[in-house]
Every structure is written in structure tokens, then in C-alpha cells.
């Protein structure tokens, strides 16, 4: 099987871009995980003390297992928070946490951009099944030219989905500045720009899954309507 020369590269700008983002947010929240919070919070009171200031009382702080597996469940109402974060009182807990909880507020808000990310989330997981059955052989079943406007098409839609995450991700962050500010989450100075340090890197990630999707997107879709000149 030949591999085309521009796909190879966009699979190893993408991973290179994607793996560099990973690391900087490893490195950052390992480098504040150390510096504690002045306030003395943990990362679940310092979610608590922004959901009562924004006047939210339903949704329910929870810890979890592994690094970094902090997230906000809409469905259940619930700001799960990795135990490290849970409990920690570093600047880059209170600085998830808040993260965290500038998505509950966008809930309880009904920011717009989050209720289309969740109204999407279903038919991008049917996306990502069809490459994942294209890239193992799929192909071959439903012939090349299919194959290739499924792709372009699977790709399209999670494209699009990494593209309405970014405002999603922006704005918490956002909220999340401000709020711990507002509250004396952390003290301005070091232990502020230590935290912010942490959240700009977490957005980066979400940067590169938007442009990982959008290259790959572009290159089928330049093959589809390539193919379509041809025939």
C-alpha cells in the first residue's frame, strides 16, 4: 500500500503539534501542582465557593481516579474532579476546578455553544466509528469512492465538533480568571499567573484537536472533489 507523501505529513505535523500541547500541559500543571494556594483551598472548595457565588446549588462535586480526568458531566450535573485536584490545594487545582465550574455556569446559563456541543456529541461518535471501521479495512468493502466521502464527511463533522469546543473551552477559562480573581481563589502575582500558566496550556490541547481535524478534513475533501473531476 502506498502512502500518500502530504498525508504522511499532515500525520506528523498533527501528532507533533498534539503530543507538544500534551506535554506542555503535563509540564505546567506538574510544575504548580507543587504551589500551594494561599487561600488554602482545595480544588473541590474552590468549585463549592464559585457555584454558590453564581448562585448554582444542583450540581453535586465529585473526585475521581487518574491525572487529569478532571470534566464537567451535564447529564448528571456533576463537576468530577481527579482526587489530585479534589483534594490538592495548589494553584493548579483551584485553577481546574474553576475551569471546571465555568462549565457548570455555562449550563446553568444555557450558553449556547455548550448545548450545541452536547447536541452534537452523538453524531460524532458515530463519526469516529466509521473511521475507525474505514481505517481497519472497511474500505475495501464499501470501495474506494465511498470510502472517501465517508471519510471526508466523518472527518467534516468531527471538525466541526473541535470547532465549537474552542469557544466552549475559551469561555470557561475565561469565567475562570475572573471568578478566582473575584473571589481570592489565589493571590494575584505568582500564584495567579502560575494558574493561568496551567489553563492557557489545557487550551492549547483543544487548539491542536482543532486543527488535527481540520487538516485531515481538508485533505480528503481536496481528494473527493478531485475524484469528482475526474469522473
Same mark, same amino acid.
Given at each position: 500500500?502506498?502512502?500518500?507523501?502530504?498525508?504522511?505529513?499532515?500525520?506528523?505535523?498533527?501528532?507533533?503539534?498534539?503530543?507538544?500541547?500534551?506535554?506542555?500541559?503535563?509540564?505546567?500543571?506538574?510544575?504548580?501542582?507543587?504551589?500551594? /494556594?494561599?487561600?488554602?483551598? $482545595?480544588? &473541590?472548595?474552590?468549585?463549592?465557593? +464559585? @457555584?454558590?457565588?453564581? *448562585?448554582?446549588?444542583? !450540581?453535586?462535586?465529585?473526585?475521581?481516579?487518574?491525572?487529569?480526568?478532571?470534566?464537567?458531566?451535564?447529564?448528571?450535573?456533576?463537576?468530577?474532579?481527579?482526587?489530585?485536584?479534589?483534594?490538592?490545594?495548589?494553584?493548579?487545582?483551584?485553577?481546574?476546578?474553576?475551569?471546571?465550574?465555568?462549565?457548570?455556569?455555562?449550563?446553568?446559563?444555557?450558553?449556547?455553544?455548550?448545548?450545541?456541543?452536547?447536541? /452534537?456529541?452523538?453524531?460524532? $461518535?458515530? &463519526?469516529?466509528?466509521?473511521?475507525? +471501521? @474505514?481505517?481497519?479495512? *472497511?474500505?475495501?468493502? !464499501?470501495?474506494?469512492?465511498?470510502?472517501?466521502?465517508?471519510?471526508?464527511?466523518?472527518?467534516?463533522?468531527?471538525?466541526?465538533?473541535?470547532?465549537?469546543?474552542?469557544?466552549?473551552?475559551?469561555?470557561?477559562?475565561?469565567?475562570?480568571?475572573?471568578?478566582?480573581?473575584?473571589?481570592?481563589?489565589?493571590?494575584?502575582?505568582?500564584?495567579?499567573?502560575?494558574?493561568?500558566?496551567?489553563?492557557?496550556?489545557? /487550551?492549547?490541547?483543544?487548539?491542536?484537536?482543532?486543527?488535527?481535524?481540520?487538516?485531515?478534513?481538508?485533505?480528503?475533501?481536496?481528494?473527493?472533489?478531485?475524484?469528482?473531476?475526474?469522473?
Amino acid at each position: 500500500m502506498v502512502i500518500d507523501p502530504t498525508y504522511l505529513m499532515i500525520i506528523i505535523a498533527t501528532t507533533a503539534l498534539s503530543a507538544w500541547a500534551s506535554w506542555r500541559v503535563k509540564s505546567n500543571f506538574q510544575r504548580y501542582s507543587t504551589v500551594r /494556594a494561599s487561600s488554602g483551598l $482545595t480544588g &473541590a472548595q474552590a468549585a463549592a465557593r +464559585i @457555584l454558590q457565588a453564581s *448562585g448554582i446549588r444542583d !450540581v453535586q462535586i465529585v473526585p475521581t481516579q487518574g491525572t487529569l480526568s478532571d470534566h464537567y458531566d451535564p447529564m448528571n450535573k456533576r463537576l468530577v474532579l481527579c482526587e489530585e485536584n479534589y483534594y490538592g490545594q495548589s494553584v493548579a487545582a483551584v485553577g481546574i476546578a474553576a475551569h471546571e465550574a465555568g462549565h457548570a455556569i455555562q449550563h446553568a446559563k444555557a450558553y449556547a455553544p455548550l448545548h450545541l456541543r452536547m447536541a /452534537a456529541v452523538g453524531i460524532t $461518535t458515530k &463519526a469516529g466509528w466509521i473511521v475507525s +471501521i @474505514l481505517g481497519f479495512g *472497511g474500505m475495501f468493502l !464499501v470501495g474506494a469512492k465511498l470510502a472517501l466521502l465517508l471519510f471526508t464527511v466523518s472527518f467534516g463533522v468531527i471538525m466541526l465538533f473541535q470547532l465549537i469546543t474552542l469557544p466552549v473551552e475559551f469561555d470557561a477559562t475565561a469565567r475562570a480568571k475572573r471568578l478566582v480573581g473575584e473571589l481570592n481563589l489565589v493571590y494575584p502575582g505568582a500564584e495567579q499567573q502560575g494558574m493561568n500558566k496551567v489553563l492557557d496550556a489545557a /487550551a492549547l490541547t483543544y487548539v491542536a484537536a482543532f486543527l488535527s481535524a481540520l487538516l485531515t478534513f481538508l485533505y480528503h475533501l481536496m481528494h473527493l472533489l478531485n475524484s469528482d473531476r475526474r469522473d
